[in-house]
């Protein structure tokens, strides 16, 4: 499959494009556009890659690891930056994102169906709030620099809103935050950093559809720099997830890339990491990719799976999800799941999705609440810790090895998105002894308590008793 055009004639070497092919306008780098201003669609950075410096082998990035004092080229985002070349060296902002872990996973790998030494777990929980969020934010926060830009907002189910203001508070150059949530749909891990950290959080009333409304509305009437997925530098900072990935698995593509789709900014700038990389011929052969939705929030398999829509070469037919977009708000439906960081019915990059899905051979799945948090459970005793939404993507792998879709020896990379601490409700809940609670967290939402839970045990305050406690332990592990 030949990659998509993405490239109209500009003088600039990077620059902004409507992605509808049937408008294709273009503007500069230094206007702050988050939508077409004429049709209203997405836009995507492009590149005049014919005039840029591109490194001949993707290896040759390994070299900058040795220069690692360098903090341009200790990001795990910016020591890529031939392959996002939209800002000026000086004018980047990092805080040393991207230090993250790609490890096989022979635990997860067993419960998922795959032979050994065939999953990989990526680990974005090691960036610096806690989530892959920071890979889009430093690529932003550039963007926002170079415009001049001092007031910053997001809506967010949780880790925007973290990343938003770490990076605020990190940084000498002046970032006011400004975080729009809903009413009850932020996990305290995540809320706590907002606070901590000292962004002006707003709550609405309403979910995170709702606050992401509002928060567009609010960041054009006041002239606020918007840091959602919508804004297309995030997306060229969350490719490099992708970079990474190939790097620790020496430059050679895995099978299948596994991936929670919520407002569907990790598919998508998947997607165009590697439209771009096999454009520059610096790899031979794309992954699949696997979008998997939580059943409470599964617009993109509905879109997909049961009405049919794809991306037709640019022109999808939006009317497709209007009327399904119009039938929830006709029966008040709201997106529902333990996996917060997915609960998203009105994904803003679902277009930039379809391209993702159509030029990785893409397949789009939902699983349930109960099986989001078993895979969670068996992630964590693998030793890797990660929120219910990162889970997702393991539940997912999961469905489509049942399926067949999946083979037991292909190689398999689960993305994980976020660290386990980030909502520690639903871990302690599943695990732990307090029945009310877990009716409460998990119970509500047809959770059931599972062979996989590692539930303390209670003994009294005896030498004897906990002693016996430990020898029925050891007998049970032997």
Not at 154 to 178: D, E, P, Q, W, Y
Not at 337 to 362: M, Q, Y
Request: proline share 5%; hydrophobic share 40%; glycine share 8%.
């Amino acid at each position: 499959m030949s990659p998509p055009t993405i490239t109209p004639p500009r003088t600039d070497l990077a620059y902004l494009c409507c992605l509808n092919p049937a408008c294709r306008t273009t503007l500069s780098v230094d206007r702050v556009a988050f939508a077409c201003p004429e049709c209203g669609d997405l836009l995507d950075v492009v590149y005049d890659w014919d005039r840029l410096p591109v490194p001949k082998r993707l290896s040759d990035f390994q070299a900058k690891w040795a220069d690692r004092l360098e903090p341009l080229n200790f990001s795990g985002v910016w020591r890529f930056r031939e392959l996002l070349p939209f800002a000026p060296p000086e004018q980047i902002v990092t805080i040393g994102e991207g230090q993250t872990l790609l490890q096989v996973a022979d635990k997860v790998g067993q419960y998922v169906g795959m032979n050994p030494g065939r999953l990989r777990l990526q680990y974005e929980g090691m960036n610096p709030s806690g989530s892959f969020k920071d890979n889009g934010m430093t690529a932003a926060f550039t963007h926002a620099r170079m415009v001049g830009a001092k007031r910053v907002a997001c809506a967010s189910t949780g880790n925007t809103s973290a990343a938003l203001a770490v990076f605020c508070s990190a940084t000498s150059f002046g970032f006011k935050a400004i975080i729009f949530i809903g009413s009850g749909k932020i996990a305290y891990g995540k809320l706590a950093q907002a606070l901590d950290h000292g962004a002006l959080t707003i709550q609405i009333v309403g979910d995170f559809d709702d606050a992401m409304h509002r928060v567009r509305q609010v960041a054009d009437r006041l002239g606020i720099y918007l840091m959602n997925s919508v804004n297309p530098y995030r997306l060229e900072g969350q490719k490099t997830i992708m970079y990474r990935v190939l790097e620790a698995l020496a430059w050679e593509p895995p099978d299948w890339i596994v991936v929670p789709g919520g407002n569907l900014g990790n598919s998508s700038a998947f997607g165009k990491a590697f439209i771009e990389l096999k454009h520059l011929g610096l790899i031979d052969r794309v992954p699949r990719l696997a979008v998997i939705n939580a059943a409470g929030a599964q617009t993109l398999e509905q879109l997909v799976g049961t009405h049919g829509m794809s991306w037709l070469d640019g022109l999808p037919d939006m009317k497709v999800a209007d009327s399904y977009y119009m039938k929830l708000d006709e029966a008040g439906s709201k997106a529902s799941t333990i996996a917060s960081a997915i609960e998203i019915n009105r994904p803003v990059n679902l277009k930039k999705c379809l391209r993702a899905l159509d030029f990785c051979d893409g397949v789009v799945r939902q699983v349930s609440d109960q099986e989001i948090m078993d895979a969670k459970a068996r992630v964590g005793a693998g030793g890797l810790g990660c929120e219910p939404a990162s889970a997702a993507s393991v539940a997912g792998a999961k469905r489509l090895r049942e399926e067949g879709v999946i083979a037991p020896s292909e190689s398999v990379v689960c993305i994980l998105t976020g660290h386990q601490l980030k909502d520690p409700t639903a871990t302690v809940a599943y695990h732990g002894t307090d029945q009310d609670n877990f009716e409460k967290v998990l119970g509500s939402r047809g959770v059931r308590r599972a062979g996989f839970a590692n539930r303390p045990v209670i003994v009294p305050n005896d030498l004897d008793d906990i002693i016996r406690s430990i020898a029925l332990y050891s007998e049970s592990e032997g």
